[in-house]
């Protein structure tokens, strides 16, 4: 199984000011035949199912705010918030859908208001 | 719009069975593979199990192979999820969810049900 870390487990930012989400995969998940990488975001508020963030490790889903934005490739990885807002408050997992359908989650990285 | 609707989790005492149901709405539920997630109280997302679009392919985590059996029935857009053998470890909030290009990427989740083991 790939696994999936991330860091760190908790942060708290001011109104309008960036929050960094990192993720880290065992192994690689960057398909080499389309150069892409297998990593998604997704947030997660208080009594909600997760809400898909991020996909192909930077494309936002529609409907997402562009103050989200995704990082990285291979094995390391960036969730950035650029100018948290209070409704962000939330559980950010990230999740590789490299070895499919055995995919796999991060522990999740609980982001408050300072 | 896409609506998927699980029920069937409540409370079961250890070793027991439930089966959970997923009612699947606003898209041709028959083109898409579909998974269950579970996430234990206070915990993370754990994928459970992964159905193909017509049913002859599954797959699940080692956690509960052998215990758990997922099934779909197109012709009522709905998705199912066999539990027996059930342990305390196997308490969640089970939530039905639809795999965006057959990725593994989840695009759409239901609202989730929640089952407890317990005696």
């Known amino acids: 199984d790939i696994v999936m870390t991330q860091s760190p487990d908790s942060l708290a930012v001011s109104l309008g000011e960036r929050a960094t989400i990192n993720c880290k995969s065992s192994?690689?998940?960057?398909?080499?035949?389309?150069?892409?990488?297998?990593l998604a975001w997704y947030q997660q508020k208080p009594g909600q199912p997760p809400k898909l963030l991020i996909y192909?490790?930077?494309t936002r889903e529609s409907g997402v705010p562009d103050r989200f934005s995704g990082s990285g490739s291979g094995t390391d990885f960036t969730l950035t918030i650029s100018s948290l807002q209070a409704e962000d408050v939330a559980v950010y997992y990230c999740?590789?859908?490299?070895?499919?359908?055995?995919?796999?989650f991060g522990p999740g990285t609980k982001v408050d208001i300072k | 719009q896409v609506q998927l609707v699980e029920s069937g989790g409540g409370l079961v005492k250890p070793g027991g069975s439930l089966r959970l149901s997923c009612a699947a709405s606003?898209?041709?539920?028959?083109?898409?593979?579909m998974s269950w997630i579970r996430q234990a109280p206070g915990k993370g997302l754990e994928w459970v199990s992964h159905?193909?679009?017509?049913?002859?392919?599954?797959n699940y985590a080692d956690s509960v192979k052998g215990r758990f059996t997922i099934s779909r029935d197109n012709a009522k857009n709905s998705l199912f999820l066999q539990m027996n053998s059930l342990r305390a470890e196997d308490t969640a909030v089970y939530y039905c969810?639809?795999?965006?290009?057959?990725?593994?990427?989840?695009?759409?989740w239901g609202q989730g049900t929640l089952v407890t083991v317990s005696s």
């Open positions: 969810a639809r795999d965006w290009e057959q990725l593994g990427l989840i695009d759409y």
């Open positions: 606003g898209f041709t539920f028959s083109d898409y593979y």
């Open positions: 159905i193909r679009s017509s049913s002859g392919y599954t």
């Open positions: 192994q690689s998940v960057l398909y080499s035949s389309n150069n892409k990488n297998y």
């Open positions: 192909w490790a930077s």
């Open positions: 999740q590789q859908y490299y070895s499919t359908p055995q995919v796999t």
